[in-house]
């Protein structure tokens, strides 16, 4: 079977035109991988929340949601390996207008890269943290991750993992994210709705996605393909509300529990810094060169901005919800 | 070209004294000076010192190698330093902290103490500002209108007076000795 | 590149009594930098703690990360978010930085690294000075590169090279070290900080042209393309993977070839621009006594012997480090009898020296180990030795 692709039809045609590099595709990514979905989600959420994509920058790490940032029309830095976390610490610092995301797999967030994951989530540091977790290191061939769980197989546990695998959401929310999610690669929908919410979330937002890595993990676990991933969330992926996230651990092929864990209100780290500083030097603090009553200014019309999104997003989910447009009831 | 060398236990103010007499020196007596410490764990607690490289023209070599006056707050840094003293030195120690060898005449010797004239303007904290009182009249290598001028931000703000206090009374010691033991200068200096 | 004077804010004019890191931090200040990410360690901890005083007062951004990786990661991010920037350490938080070294290196990011060099290996002694870095700035990271280092003998320099390495940071879009040690960093000298309107700052070249026009990077192997800082809607593209002229990958040997012969070449080919070196009695002289940092000023003291004693000794004391000063030592090897070499360490710059002299002359290496400085004997020794 062969499919006919006019690639130069499809930059120009697709709805993702404004969001992507056309001229980078098509992406490296296999077919039935959850990458591409989280990038799909990724697009319509910053679409739908109407924000200035100027003032968006997209921070990857290495592997293959590492690639993310390279296939985003957005300011956007593939860094070393484990290190976007503190290179999107330092982008957002200097200039606080923008908002800073980093996309990125689970070996690379959480090995490598654990120690800046704790302390940007410990620090609240105002940016988001979007988890791809396949439970495997994809491009360099199927190794063991943080998260692998215990008995799957992975190229450097031939006779199955015997180590303690990261419950990320719980990892999160105890080092001190302030906004915490969990969803499956199936589960589209959700994944933009929470990537909105934690758009117009300030403070550390953490959205861990469960994702199929067909060519490695599935296959090397005998789960089948993508589509086989996908009937496996169905049945074995629910809401949980309320839930404590030390209970949130995944087991080999077990329940996964999905949902906002975590949402709560706490000074960013760059709030406790002007506050302190404000503190003691009063108005002889001007971060950048801003006087205390444009901090006060900006951070009102922040304020502001983010009610009136968090209304919009109220007032559209009421509207599906009347028209039963399918999303799960137990949502967000 | 003058090497010195402030001693004494952790807490005493040593590297503070080189500090403000360094900045007098270099600042406001027009002098070049160089000053080191000893860093580190081993420089809490027991002997530590910080010394001084002071010359007319650019300080080449940063270190002290055989100082002409030691400035000596405790037992211990009396007795690392002393023997590194240069033969016809200056020393000037700690009376009731230090008990010296006897004197066989290889230095010249001023005993001042310095703690209780800092105890008697209402805190010991303030000896090595009598300390500093007394080296500079002694040695004249420092003015004294230079190290008063040197201690705004060195010392805290609230304790300004009283510091300045502290090094007049050591320097008016500091004279009285000198008056009773002049200086031969040679080599020390 | 646009050259102006300081920004007042940030100048502490007038004369100080000041240690080697505390100068740093003045420097950084006075040159424009507003974003400091750092990590505590002995002996440079102090212009952290200097830097963290006070930038609050001139508008700046501290931040003390997780560790040395962290640290360096976030000045990318800094840079790209449009401060200039700087980070300071020793051996072995160095060792942690070379990672993101070749981060900043390959993207062509500017920043500002202090070392002061402590004496290693590992842990070594870490209150006391070494030279033995000299190497690892320039081939710690994995790659070829090259880089920018100045060395400083004095607080006074500690200042006026931390001034000079922004404005090469920003020139060559390059990271550019301050190789400093325990003595100088720590001792304590008059250090004077001139008006504002007498330092001279190289702003960032920012690109101003049509937004689809831009690019991150050009390949001349002569100069570099403007930068442009995140949220102006360029939409700029960074990688560490081998890229073309718009920062997006490009995996082929060609590709990498243009890459990396320009990372080499922006350097070497304006090296003689670049290179600042503080040469006396040079003319006649029998042996040249080659030194950098706080070594050069044991030399003075050797040097002053020597000449004393009747030998004819010049001394050339390397104020940058990297670009070598390959042409004046091949120079000087056609003219003199020898070349003398001390430095705290096993023999480093020696190999510069010595590849650059080519066997012209005798090359001598006068090592010390770490933790002092050489006895000015020694070196005057090893001047008497070699003159014969």
């Not at chain 1, 959401?169 to 994944?191: E, M, Q």
């Not at chain 2, 503070?16 to 764990?41: E, H, N, V, W």
């Not at chain 3, 009594?17 to 200040?29: N, P, R, S, T, V």
């Not at chain 3, 490009?250 to 040469?279: F, G, P, R």
């Amino acid at each position: 079977m062969s499919i006919e692709v006019n690639i130069d039809k499809f930059r120009a045609d697709s709805p993702m035109t404004d969001f992507l590099r056309m001229e980078r595709m098509p992406h490296i990514w296999c077919p039935g991988c959850g990458i591409g979905t989280v990038v799909n989600s990724f697009a319509e959420a910053v679409k739908k929340s109407g924000m200035d994509m100027d003032k968006l920058a997209v921070i990857s790490g290495i592997g293959c949601t590492g690639r993310v940032a390279g296939y985003v029309n957005f300011d956007s830095i593939h860094t070393t390996h484990g290190r976007a976390i503190p290179v999107a610490t330092g982008l957002k610092l200097a200039n606080p207008d923008m908002k800073v995301v980093v996309v990125s797999g689970d070996g690379d967030l959480t090995g490598i890269g654990g120690n800046h994951f704790i302390h940007a989530a410990r620090r609240n540091m105002d940016i988001m943290v979007i988890c791809v977790n396949n439970f495997t290191y994809g491009m360099t061939g199927g190794q063991l991750t943080p998260t692998t769980p215990q008995t799957a197989n992975a190229s450097t546990t031939p006779y199955g993992n015997y180590e303690y695998p990261f419950s990320l959401p719980f990892l999160a929310d105890a080092c001190g994210a302030t906004y915490v999610a969990r969803w499956t690669s199936l589960h589209a929908r959700n994944i933009t709705k929470s990537i909105r919410e934690a758009l117009n979330h300030k403070g550390f937002s953490f959205i861990e996605v469960i994702a199929p890595c067909t060519t490695l993990y599935q296959r090397r676990n005998r789960l089948g393909d993508g589509l086989d991933a996908l009937e496996y969330y169905k049945e074995e992926a629910g809401v949980e509300k309320d839930v404590d996230t030390r209970e949130v651990g995944i087991d080999f092929q077990g329940d996964i529990a999905m949902g906002r864990f975590v949402k709560q209100d706490k000074p960013t780290y760059e709030e406790a810094v002007n506050e302190r500083y404000a503190n003691v030097l009063g108005d002889d603090y001007q971060l950048y060169g801003m006087s205390k009553p444009e901090r006060e200014e900006k951070a009102k019309r922040e304020a502001e901005d983010r009610a009136k999104m968090q209304a919009l997003m109220d007032d559209e989910e009421a509207q599906m919800m009347a028209e039963d447009m399918g999303v799960d009831e137990e949502g967000l | 070209m003058h090497e010195v060398r402030f001693s004494g236990f952790g807490g005493q103010g040593i590297v503070r004294c080189a500090l403000i007499t360094g900045k007098a020196l270099s600042m406001y007596d027009d002098k070049f000076a160089t000053m080191t410490q000893s860093f580190g764990p081993e420089a809490r607690g027991g002997a530590c010192s910080s010394q001084l490289v002071v010359s007319e023209s650019r300080v080449l070599y940063p270190y002290v190698t055989l100082p002409g006056v030691l400035i000596a707050l405790s037992q211990d840094s009396y007795n690392t330093y002393e023997p590194k003293l240069r033969d016809g030195g200056v020393l000037i120690y700690e009376a009731d902290l230090v008990t010296p060898k006897e004197d066989d005449g290889r230095v010249q010797i001023y005993p001042a103490p310095v703690t209780r004239f800092a105890e008697e303007l209402g805190n010991r904290l303030f000896a090595n500002l009598v300390t500093l009182g007394c080296f500079s009249a002694i040695t004249k290598i420092v003015t004294p209108e230079a190290m008063k001028k040197a201690l705004p931000g060195l010392v805290p703000d609230r304790f300004l007076e009283v510091n300045r206090k502290a090094f007049d009374k050591g320097y008016a010691y500091g004279l009285e000795s000198l008056e009773k033991k002049p200086l031969v200068t040679g080599d020390a200096q | 590149m646009r050259k102006t004077a300081a920004d007042p804010k940030g100048v502490l004019e007038g004369s100080h009594f000041l240690d080697g890191d505390h100068a740093i931090a003045e420097g950084a200040l006075a040159a424009g930098c507003r974003f400091f990410a750092g990590y505590p360690i002995t002996p440079s901890t102090e212009t952290a703690e200097r830097f963290a005083e006070r930038c609050p007062g001139v508008g700046g951004m501290f931040i003390q990360m997780e560790d040395e990786i962290a640290s360096i990661a976030a000045l990318v991010g800094g840079a790209w978010g449009g401060q200039k920037v700087m980070t300071v350490t020793s051996g072995p938080g160095l060792s942690l930085m070379m990672e993101n070294l070749g981060l900043a290196v390959m993207t062509e990011t500017p920043m500002v690294i202090a070392d002061v060099q402590r004496a290693g290996p590992s842990t070594g002694l870490p209150t006391l000075p070494a030279q033995q870095d000299m190497m690892q700035i320039r081939w710690g990271s994995h790659g070829d590169y090259r880089i920018i280092a100045l060395c400083p003998d004095s607080p006074q320099e500690c200042f006026d090279l931390t001034v000079e390495a922004f404005n090469l940071s920003e020139t060559y879009r390059v990271p550019v070290f301050i190789m400093t040690d325990e003595t100088v960093g720590h001792m304590h000298e008059k250090v004077v900080i001139p008006p504002a309107e007498d330092i001279e700052v190289v702003e960032r070249n920012y690109y101003e042209g049509p937004k689809a026009d831009y690019r991150p990077y050009k390949f001349t192997g002569k100069d570099v393309a403007p930068m442009v800082k995140a949220g102006d809607g360029y939409r700029f593209h960074l990688t560490g993977l081998t890229h073309d002229e718009r920062g997006y990958p490009h995996l082929t040997v060609e590709q990498n070839e243009k890459v990396v012969t320009h990372l080499i070449e922006k350097i070497d080919s304006n090296a003689d621009k670049i290179i600042q070196l503080d040469e006396s009695e040079m003319d006649g002289a029998e042996v040249v006594v080659v030194s950098y940092g706080i070594t050069s000023r044991i030399v003075s003291r050797a040097v002053q012997l020597a000449r004393e004693e009747g030998i004819k000794t010049g001394s050339m004391r390397l104020i940058t480090i990297w670009p070598f000063a390959e042409k004046r030592i091949e120079e000087l090897a056609g003219k003199v009898k020898a070349i003398v070499v001390p430095e705290i360490n096993y023999g480093q710059m020696v190999r510069e020296v010595e590849r650059s002299a080519a066997g012209r002359c005798k090359v001598v290496s006068v090592p010390h180990c770490g933790g002092a400085v050489h006895d000015p004997e020694v070196i005057l020794d090893a001047i008497k030795e070699a003159s014969k």
